[in-house]
T-cell receptor, first 111, second 116 residues
Framework: GQSLEQPSEVTAVEGAIVQINCTYQ??????LSWYQQHDGGAPTFLSY????GLEETGRFSSFLSRSDSYGYLLLQELQMKDSASYFC????????????FGSGTRLLVRP | GAVVSQHPSRVICKSGTSVKIECRSL??????MFWYRQFPKQSLMLMAT?????????EQGVEKDKFLINHASLTLSTLTVTSAHPEDSSFYIC????????????FGQGTRLTVV
């Protein structure tokens, strides 16, 4: 089966940097993704890592270490609008490439 | 990114009735569609995976006779909640994918189902 673990909540102040970690277990790993979801809304894609290393997209960066089954999402220059839930997700090629989500991390950005 | 349209966004129904939720991929061919359910402050739980023209594969614990999934074309999948009960009240979200672009998942807007 698949499992992903991430912290349940993180609080940070506006302008700061925050890192959200994710550890995973899956048989047919096909990349680690990150999604943002505001309350009542649908998840929106943030980033995808298939290979080890850091991917940077504006204020957001994502890192993957396949040997450690570990990744993180780094959010810089935090803004109030970044308050949301963040999910890591793995796609499993052994299971019709289904996308399995972690438990989610609620990020609260304070002024 | 690709556009996935889900309808309705909100629905209230009486216990015992059935509700159909539609998920359309508007600008690409969705070879695979995924249906998720999300309870408040929880993660997205995969209910089933459907490939166009074939039967859906349901996750363990999901009743296939209660949650009927049809994926008759490359642009449309439907989820029908049959004989709905209050415990079926939840946020249902579809995701469309194309095997050529499995790096990113495209989600519908979600459907808030309330069974009274």
């Amino acid at each position: 089966g698949q499992s992903l673990e991430q912290p349940s909540e993180v609080t940070a102040v506006e302008g700061a940097i925050v890192q959200i970690n994710c550890t995973y277990q899956t048989s047919g790993f096909y990349g680690l993704s990150w999604y943002q979801q505001h309350d009542g809304g649908a998840p929106t894609f943030l980033s995808y890592n298939a290979l080890d290393g850091l991917e940077e997209t504006g204020r957001f960066s994502s890192f993957l270490s396949r040997s450690d089954s570990y990744g993180y999402l780094l959010l810089q220059e935090l803004q109030m609008k970044d308050s949301a839930s963040y999910f890591c997700a793995v796609r499993d090629r052994d299971s019709s490439y289904k996308l399995i989500f972690g438990s989610g991390t609620r990020l609260l950005v304070r002024p | 990114g690709a556009v996935v349209s889900q309808h309705p966004s909100r629905v209230i129904c009486k216990s015992g009735t059935s509700v159909k939720i539609e998920c359309r991929s508007l600008d690409f061919q969705a070879t695979t569609m995924f249906w998720y359910r999300q309870f408040p402050k929880q993660s997205l739980m995969l209910m089933a995976t459907s490939n166009e023209g074939s039967k859906a594969t349901y996750e363990q614990g999901v009743e296939k006779d209660k949650f009927l999934i049809n994926h008759a074309s490359l642009t449309l999948s439907t989820l029908t909640v049959t004989s709905a009960h209050p415990e079926d009240s939840s946020f249902y979200i579809c995701s469309a994918a194309n095997r050529a672009r499995f790096t990113e998942a495209f989600f519908g807007q979600g459907t808030r189902l309330t069974v009274v």
